[in-house]
């Protein structure tokens, strides 16, 4: 059974751009969260989407937002990149919402210049 | 603000020998305690989780204990090998949190031979 996937692996982009990272589940689950992890620091929470709406969102400020499609995929759009958005980025996903349970993928590297 | 903390930044350690990596956590009400191992280029793994109304729980190879009176979560590790050689996380899940990880910062374990 195929994990949670990300993509892409790595992204690189000019301070100001967009930048958009993909996330597929594990087949079943129907809940997905974001996470940022920049470097030398812990994982931070960004946003958590269950069933298509977005349920909780953390200290991020708005340009960070995402969707979650009927399928249970979920895209992350970081808008307005700024060099402090450079970290790796980890999507999780849980049956239902039970994160403690929660599978994580390898992330996408994005790094901003 | 909401903080899970870490004692020690990297920990050596020779193969074969018993590991104990420390977690310091501030939110007396949270419900599950959650170690995570994250090797090089992957994403964080599941351990080991805890919940808060116990003080002690094993799995394979390891144990995680926990001291709510002083807010303390340790990870131990029986003869260490090299594969164990990772950062691991802790992370505590308030459920009054909206479902999310509060992770700590991260130990850097390394085995050597």
């Known amino acids: 059974e195929a994990g949670v996937t990300q993509s892409p692996t790595h992204l690189i982009k000019t301070r100001g751009q967009q930048a958009t990272l993909r996330c597929s589940p594990i087949?079943?689950?129907?809940?997905v969260y974001w996470y940022q992890q920049a470097l030398g620091l812990g994982l931070q929470f960004l946003l958590w989407?269950?069933?298509?709406?977005?349920?909780n969102r953390g200290n991020f400020p708005p340009r960070f937002s995402g969707r979650q499609f009927p399928n249970y995929s979920s895209e992350l759009n970081v808008n307005a990149l700024e060099l402090e958005d450079s970290a790796l980025y980890l999507c999780?996903?849980?049956?239902?919402?039970?994160?403690?349970?929660?599978?994580f993928g390898q992330g996408t590297r994005l790094t901003v210049v | 603000g909401e903080s899970v903390g870490l004692h020690l930044p990297t920990l050596s350690v020779q193969e074969g020998d018993n590991s104990i990596i420390n977690c310091a956590y501030s939110?007396?009400?949270?419900?599950?305690f959650i170690w995570y191992k994250q090797e090089s280029g992957k994403g964080p793994q599941f351990i080991i989780d805890i919940r808060s109304n116990m003080d002690k729980r094993q799995g394979q190879r390891v144990t995680v204990l926990l001291n709510k009176t002083v807010k303390h979560l340790s990870l131990q590790i029986a003869a260490t090998q090299p594969g164990d050689s990772a950062v691991y996380f802790c992370a505590e899940i308030f459920s009054g949190g909206y479902n999310k990880l509060i992770f700590g910062a991260g130990t850097r374990l390394a085995v050597h031979p």
């Open positions: 989407y269950d069933e298509g709406e977005e349920r």
């Open positions: 939110n007396s009400a949270s419900d599950y």
């Open positions: 999780a996903s849980s049956l239902g919402d039970r994160v403690r349970l929660a599978f």
């Open positions: 087949s079943g689950h129907t809940s």
